[in-house]
């Protein structure tokens, strides 16, 4: 978004095509989820030293903002990618913007484009196998310059605080936390973090067991 013209919003264009399922041979490629690394890293560095107003408000804003914080996208699935001839453009759908931990967009990102999720996604997605998430998982995070083990342990928070925030604002009718409420993703949502639970050691190629944080557990 450029600015407010009165009530209306002044956006750019980013020229391409989502990455619905099933996902382009762009994304399917290792290079391609490099590029969602290589991407979101320099999105982080360039907001990094941004300082929003202090009465600035956000939809779905959890925390306040904090120096160490970034401005995260909140949203960050491959239908918000944008791609052209095999290449990257950026991202689109900035609604969930707010301040947060660089990490959780980083974890975010590989629950959704690698992406860390049973079957039936990764068969939408024709991304299959745990050898292949574990190749996929590892190539975004050198990309970007993060551990896996470190991410897999920030999705798994993140994991517990979404389904925790859709009960929350869902009850109050709050949209659209309500309608995903409605339709179940909280519960999908918690049923995606205890198999990632399960598969992590196949995940991550630790050669052991990953095991979650009691503050995060349920």
């Known amino acids: ?17 989502p990455a619905f399922t099933p996902w382009p041979e762009a994304l399917r490629s290792s290079h391609g989820v490099g590029e969602l690394g290589r991407w979101l890293r ?33 949203d960050l699935g491959p239908w918000n990618s944008i791609w052209d001839e095999g290449q990257l453009i950026g991202f ?18 590989a629950w ?35 551990q896996p083990l470190a991410v897999v342990e920030a999705l798994d928070a993140l994991q517990s605080r979404e389904a925790a925030r859709i009960e929350r604002l869902g009850r109050q009718g709050t949209e659209p ?18 198999w990632i639970r399960s598969e992590s050691d196949a995940l991550l190629g630790t050669g052991r067991k990953w095991k979650p944080s009691p503050a995060v557990d349920h």
């Open 112 to 146: 959704y484009a690698v992406p860390l999720r049973p079957m039936e996604q990764q068969q939408r997605a024709s991304v299959t196998g745990s050898s292949t998430l574990q190749a996929r998982l590892h190539t975004l995070c050198t990309a970007y310059g993060e």
């Open 1 to 17: 978004m450029l600015g407010i013209d009165g009530t209306d919003e002044v956006l750019s264009m980013l020229y391409g095509e």
């Open 177 to 194: 936390w309500a309608t995903f409420l409605v339709r179940g993703d909280a519960d999908e949502m918690l049923a995606e973090q205890r």
């Open 92 to 109: 689109i759908d900035w609604d969930f913007a707010a301040p947060g931990h660089a990490i959780d967009d980083l974890a975010q990102l």
């Open 42 to 74: 320099e999105y982080h560095d360039a907001v990094r030293t941004f300082r929003p107003p202090v009465d600035a408000r956000w939809q779905g804003q959890e925390e306040d903002w904090q120096p160490g914080m970034v401005i995260r996208h909140g």
